[in-house]
């Protein structure tokens, strides 16, 4: 049957010439179009997103080296239609996908297959920080504005993700509350920060205001933590034969770290209204983590740790509940989360088609959810494709 899919993975760019209502100065950090003497480049200048922190000088001017040598070459777009231009600027596009920035023209791929609804995943889920504090600032409120200025007449079928200033987190808690107001949810990060853990107090201010907002917080895969464990390792380099499906895995399931930090940190017992959600990061592993969290809690393990120096979680209930009561996690191919799915919690799992990447499955949707969820009832079929994610942004569709 055609299911009314709502994707909780949809990626998704503000126009390249919005960056032109910018402060001229503040342009330079940013993906657009160049006009020079021998016709049109896209320049998109690329940095770390923890070189912003002040406390890291030397690593934020090495990033603006490389982004001078950037701004410097470009691509030449002479030719290139608006079509054209949009996949070049997502990336690893599907050759049949048009991602396009309006809800109008993106209603016509979702009615290829089905789509009924889609949380539309920005460049905050990357970890985007400029080099420039006031500049990062400026741009990120620019952008909220134009996202819930396009698709304030929407907001039923369309869950617009929000920017965030990470160089400031009271200043990021604040755009919360201001872009939340306007109808932007969920927020957007990566799944890790350099030298910013999750579990670190920082973040309380941007926990507390989302939880006063009720607006989730979507943690999006950038594989971080995948890159981490392959430095040094020689066995099996990325580059080399299996490196790849090696890297997708680990890369997965190392949601388990970030999920972990909120768990058993202690952030979700003292934000009880705080809702995270795990992208691209499967959920099969979920099972087993909720497993394992439960065991080691004040155990032998614990114990162990504690001589070591390291504190047991102290949690009044179990990690497992935590999961089930707050946290939300996203794939778009994983039978083994379907078949764990009552271990799980049936509302904790939600299906997402990572539109419009090459990896993705449009415009196959419906497709993969037959052949995966094939022998489950309708009705958790419908919680997993539909319902949660309608229930936790607030999608009337």
Same mark, same amino acid.
């Given at each position: 049957?055609?299911?009314?899919?709502?994707?909780?993975?949809?990626?998704?760019?503000?126009?390249?010439?919005?960056?032109?209502?910018?402060?001229?100065?503040?342009?330079?950090?940013?993906?657009?179009?160049?006009?020079?003497?021998?016709?049109?480049?896209?320049?998109?200048?690329?940095?770390?997103?923890?070189?912003?922190?002040?406390?890291?000088?030397?690593?934020?001017?090495?990033?603006?080296?490389?982004?001078?040598?950037?701004?410097?070459?470009?691509?030449?777009?002479?030719?290139?239609?608006?079509?054209?231009?949009?996949?070049?600027?997502?990336?690893?596009?599907?050759?049949?996908?048009?991602?396009?920035?309006?809800?109008?023209?993106?209603?016509?791929?979702?009615?290829?297959?089905?789509?009924?609804?889609?949380?539309?995943?920005?460049?905050?889920?990357?970890?985007?920080?400029?080099?420039?504090?006031?500049?990062?600032?400026?741009?990120?409120?620019?952008?909220?504005?134009?996202?819930?200025?396009?698709?304030?007449?929407?907001?039923?079928?369309?869950?617009?993700?929000?920017?965030?200033?990470?160089?400031?987190?009271?200043?990021?808690?604040?755009?919360?509350?201001?872009?939340?107001?306007?109808?932007?949810?969920?927020?957007?990060?990566?799944?890790?920060?350099?030298?910013?853990?999750?579990?670190?107090?920082?973040?309380?201010?941007?926990?507390?205001?989302?939880?006063?907002?009720?607006?989730?917080?979507?943690?999006?895969?950038? !594989?971080?933590? $995948?890159? /981490? &464990?392959?430095?040094?390792?020689? =066995? #099996?380099?990325?580059?080399? @034969?299996?490196? *790849?499906?090696?890297?997708?895995?680990?890369?997965?399931?190392?949601?388990?770290?970030?999920?972990?930090?909120?768990?058993?940190?202690?952030?979700?017992?003292?934000?009880?209204?705080?809702?995270?959600?795990?992208?691209?990061?499967?959920? !099969?592993?979920? $099972?087993? /983590? &909720?497993?394992?969290?439960?065991? =080691? #809690?004040?155990?032998?393990? @614990?114990?162990? *740790?504690?001589?070591?120096?390291?504190?047991?979680?102290?949690?009044?209930?179990?990690?497992?509940?935590?999961?089930?009561?707050?946290?939300?996690?996203?794939?778009?191919?994983?039978?083994?989360?379907?078949?764990?799915?009552?271990?799980? !919690?049936?509302?904790?799992?939600?299906?997402?088609?990572?539109?419009?990447?090459?990896?993705?499955?449009?415009?196959?949707?419906?497709?993969?959810?037959?052949?995966?969820?094939?022998?489950?009832?309708?009705?958790?079929?419908?919680?997993?494709?539909?319902?949660?994610?309608?229930?936790?942004?607030?999608?009337?569709?």
């Amino acid at each position: 049957m055609a299911w009314p899919l709502i994707t909780a993975d949809s990626h998704h760019n503000v126009p390249l010439d919005l960056v032109d209502e910018l402060p001229a100065k503040y342009r330079q950090y940013l993906p657009r179009i160049e006009q020079r003497e021998d016709g049109a480049y896209l320049v998109r200048p690329r940095f770390a997103a923890a070189a912003k922190r002040k406390k890291d000088r030397k690593a934020a001017n090495q990033v603006l080296d490389q982004m001078t040598a950037a701004l410097s070459d470009g691509i030449k777009v002479d030719g290139l239609d608006e079509r054209q231009l949009r996949q070049m600027v997502m990336g690893d596009c599907g050759p049949l996908a048009s991602p396009a920035p309006t809800p109008e023209e993106r209603l016509v791929d979702m009615a290829r297959e089905g789509v009924v609804g889609e949380v539309l995943i920005g460049e905050g889920a990357f970890g985007m920080m400029l080099p420039d504090d006031d500049a990062n600032l400026a741009w990120c409120r620019l952008a909220n504005d134009w996202m819930a200025d396009a698709y304030k007449d929407h907001m039923g079928q369309f869950a617009p993700g929000m920017l965030l200033p990470l160089h400031d987190l009271r200043a990021a808690a604040d755009e919360v509350t201001r872009a939340a107001a306007m109808g932007l949810r969920p927020i957007l990060l990566p799944e890790v920060i350099t030298g910013m853990p999750y579990s670190d107090r920082m973040w309380d201010p941007v926990w507390e205001a989302a939880a006063a907002a009720r607006v989730p917080v979507f943690l999006h895969l950038v !594989g971080g933590f $995948a890159g /981490a &464990m392959f430095m040094g390792i020689d =066995a #099996l380099p990325i580059g080399e @034969a299996g490196g *790849a499906q090696t890297a997708f895995a680990i890369g997965s399931a190392a949601g388990m770290v970030t999920l972990g930090w909120f768990v058993n940190s202690g952030v979700l017992e003292r934000h009880p209204d705080l809702t995270v959600a795990l992208i691209e990061c499967n959920a !099969g592993w979920l $099972a087993y /983590a &909720m497993q394992q969290w439960d065991h =080691a #809690l004040h155990s032998r393990y @614990a114990e162990i *740790a504690h001589r070591g120096g390291v504190l047991d979680a102290d949690l009044k209930a179990p990690p497992s509940y935590y999961v089930r009561r707050q946290v939300k996690c996203q794939f778009m191919w994983d039978p083994a989360a379907i078949a764990l799915r009552h271990e799980i !919690g049936m509302d904790v799992l939600m299906w997402g088609n990572d539109y419009p990447h090459m990896e993705g499955a449009f415009p196959d949707s419906q497709l993969w959810v037959d052949k995966q969820f094939a022998g489950v009832p309708h009705d958790e079929i419908m919680k997993i494709v539909h319902d949660n994610a309608a229930d936790v942004l607030g999608l009337t569709v």
